[in-house]
């Protein structure tokens, strides 16, 4: 006969615990459990997200597309904004109508769909089904002569890539926004300890997907083919399905409660334009005000709730909104700072086979190359040393001395590192640029392509990958915990949901800038060089992206500063917060 059952705590209506027997000291086990389960998920979703992000800029200036750089550049940077951009669709789906178990499924789903059309598109017969034939025009040194061409072509198969990047950044977005919250929900009741820890390990595990994607899917992809590496990144998502599913008996799930989006808006309204709000009110019938979730069965939050949980959002929101010129920098990781390793000449992985020999000024030999995306593993390497040792030794010794900074102050940190990062990528190309100036470059052939590189190592990168890695710790970690822990319990999903969110529109903004120095005149328009950069001038496109940093560094200050005095006061206690567990 099963044992006693521990004592049930109070739930929300329709929460359903673990379907799994618990005996006393069982609670704790099938917990970890749980969120093994969801670590494990997000490893193998982040494995296959860096699958396609790691090298698409690569793979839409292959020969198979032939995309300019800016036009691949830009493409990246549109799909990992939308990534995070998309967030609060997902989540806003799961509160009203899913359930964030049954939003985590369906978005599993579609990731296992969308990336199986992107494989598609990396065989000819797929290819040409989708897209139909693609006029050749190869990759070639700038042209001297003034007959050259100054416009960029029509990007080959534009509108399914598209479609199909688009896909993959809403399933991707759903999962991260439900699944973050999902696994905190599991640990939800050992206290907020347990809470940061769970940060600390979700975001160790995000790395850990990252580095299996760089080292083995980069390679393939470089070195053999995309479309086995597509084939791969299938393989991941369509396991991550299956373990969620399977692991569906010991997770705690709750109903969808209704989402607060439309009372945050109204009450905005009514702030912002009273008179307009009071005019539309009285057009409306009686109880035509009422939300759909409000006539619902479920009983929604009163509306002093609503108005106290709108005024912690207008506090926590400028907070997060001063992170958009970090997200703007962070994403270079993935997009220009990849160009740029293109660019840079990139050795051998077997230097002593004779056929792997180059030379300066002379086409390299064939044999594998080391893949530009592995400079991407010195962001990951940071983080997986460091969030360890961060956790078990660096914050309980602060803790222990008093001396832990607050979130606020660890995100400041990592706009600096984010600072320093950039400003070292526009160092380097500049040094890039004298090379080109002098005509000394390298013609190295990556794949199937040909780009014309500085004889500088690629290794020169290191420095602004292991800075941007540093930078993501003290800032995107500390975001996550403070984003959760401050919002009102009600609105936690949501709250993940903005967070992400202008993470993408980081992303998109960066995108555009892209796009608009790319215009005739702009620092990155050079058409003429068919894919290579070396008529663009990058290094002050860095620049700026540094001094937008800046800029946002200072008025981030000011701003922390005052939601900390404000967090300090007697006021703030009338806030429903979290609590600290």
């Known amino acids: 006969m099963p044992g006693p059952r521990a004592p049930v705590e109070p739930r929300e209506s329709g929460e359903r615990r673990p379907l799994l027997e618990r005996r006393p000291r069982g609670p704790r086990r099938w917990w970890r459990a749980a969120a093994a389960a969801v670590l494990l998920v997000e490893m193998l979703e982040r494995a296959a997200f860096f699958g396609v992000a790691g090298n698409l800029v690569l793979y839409l200036n292959s020969a198979d597309f032939h995309w300019a750089g800016e036009q691949a550049s830009r493409a990246a940077l549109v799909f990992l904004g939308a990534s995070y951009l998309l ?65 960029s072509p029509a990007p080959y198969c534009a509108p399914i890539l598209y479609a199909v990047l688009l896909l993959l950044a809403l399933a991707a977005s759903s999962v991260r926004s439900n699944l973050t919250s999902f696994g905190a929900d599991q ?102 005000q009422l939300l759909p ?111 832990l900074p607050s979130a606020l102050q660890k995100m400041a940190l990592g706009m600096f590192f984010g600072f320093t990062s950039v400003i070292v990528a526009g160092v380097l190309e500049m040094e890039r640029l004298e090379y080109i100036s002098h005509n000394q470059t390298v013609s190295q052939q990556i794949g199937q392509n040909t780009y014309y590189a500085a004889p500088l190592s690629i290794w020169w990168q290191t420095p602004q990958y292991l800075l941007i890695g540093i930078s993501e710790i003290f800032a995107s970690i500390p975001g996550l915990e403070f984003a959760y822990s401050e919002a009102p319990r009600s609105m936690q999903g949501a709250m993940m949901g903005i967070f992400f969110c202008l993470s993408g529109v980081g992303s998109l903004l960066g995108s555009s800038l892209v796009a608009l120095l790319s215009l005739p005149g702009g620092w990155l328009h050079c058409p003429e060089d068919f894919g290579n950069i070396n008529k663009c001038r990058m290094d002050l496109y860095f620049f700026l992206l540094a001094g937008i940093q800046a800029a946002t560094a200072l008025l981030y200050i000011g701003i922390a500063g005052r939601y900390e005095r404000v967090a300090q006061g007697p006021a703030s206690q009338s806030c429903p917060r979290r609590g600290s567990g």
């Open 187 to 288: 640990v939800m009741d050992l206290g907020r300890h347990a809470n940061r820890r769970f940060f600390n390990w979700f975001y160790w595990s995000i790395n850990v997907g990252a580095v299996l994607s760089l080292l083995v899917l980069a390679f393939i992809q470089q070195n053999i083919n995309f479309l086995l590496g597509y084939s791969i990144i299938v393989g991941c998502v369509g396991l991550a399905f299956f373990i969620f599913l399977f692991a569906t008996p010991s997770f705690i799930t709750k109903p969808p409660t209704g989402s607060q989006v439309s009372s945050m808006l109204k009450l905005a309204l009514q702030n912002c334009c009273p008179r307009r709000w009071r005019r539309h009110s009285a057009r409306d019938p009686p109880g035509a």
């Open 87 to 151: 967030a609060p669709v997902g989540g806003w789906l799961a509160d009203v109508y899913l359930g964030r178990h049954r939003a985590i499924a369906l978005s599993l789903l579609l990731y296992l769909v969308a990336s199986g059309l992107l494989a598609a598109t990396a065989f000819p017969d797929g290819r040409s089904s989708f897209c139909g034939e693609m006029l050749s025009l190869p990759l070639g040194p700038a042209c001297p002569s003034p007959g050259c061409p100054h416009t």
């Open 293 to 403: 979730d409000q006539r619902s069965p479920q009983p929604g939050p009163s509306p002093q709730e609503d108005i106290a949980n709108f005024q912690v959002l207008v506090k926590i929101l400028p907070v997060l909104v001063t992170l958009v010129p970090y997200w703007m920098v962070y994403f270079q990781m993935q997009s220009t700072y990849v160009l740029q390793g293109l660019h840079l000449q990139i050795p051998n992985i077997f230097p002593d086979y004779p056929a792997n020999r180059s030379t300066a000024l002379r086409a390299q030999g064939g044999g594998y190359k080391i893949p530009e995306a592995w400079l991407l593993l010195a962001n990951v390497v940071v983080l997986l040393i460091l969030v360890p040792v961060k956790d078990h030794l660096l914050d309980p010794l602060l803790l222990r001395c008093k001396l």
